[in-house]
């Protein structure tokens, strides 16, 4: 098995997926929210906790784990990622550490967004 080739097949379908859905739901939904890319961020979590139960399960191979969730997921989008860790923290019974990852995952990344705009700009 060669892990790279999985990865990156999934790599190559997840961003074709990402694209696909997301410029299909701002085409038929057009506004001046972000559809397109919310449509993207809840279809991933879906489809992470789909892959990742099933690779609980026993039903879903290390390779298929490989192409799907790592391959197809990070690249449809690190949003479901993101939902699996806290999700991770939640099983583990660390509540304060599920509320603190989400609330410095958003102010820390839009803070960060508006720096490197602003660093960029500069330049």
Avoid: H
Avoid at 48 to 73: D, M, N, S, W, Y
């Amino acid at each position: 098995m060669n892990k790279g080739l999985i990865l990156a097949a999934g790599g190559i379908l997840g961003t074709w997926a990402r694209y696909s859905l997301s410029t299909w739901v701002q085409g038929t939904w057009p506004s001046p929210f972000p559809s397109g890319t919310f449509a993207v961020n809840l279809a991933g979590c879906f489809l992470a906790g789909l892959f990742f139960a099933l690779a609980e399960k026993g039903t879903l191979p290390v390779a298929g784990t490989l192409l799907l969730i790592t391959g197809f997921c990070g690249a449809f989008t690190t949003f479901s990622a993101w939902m699996l860790d806290t999700n991770v923290l939640l099983r583990g019974g660390n509540t304060g550490l599920v509320f603190l990852n989400l609330a410095l995952s958003l102010a820390g990344g839009f803070a960060l967004l508006q720096l490197g705009l602003r660093l960029g700009a500069r330049g």
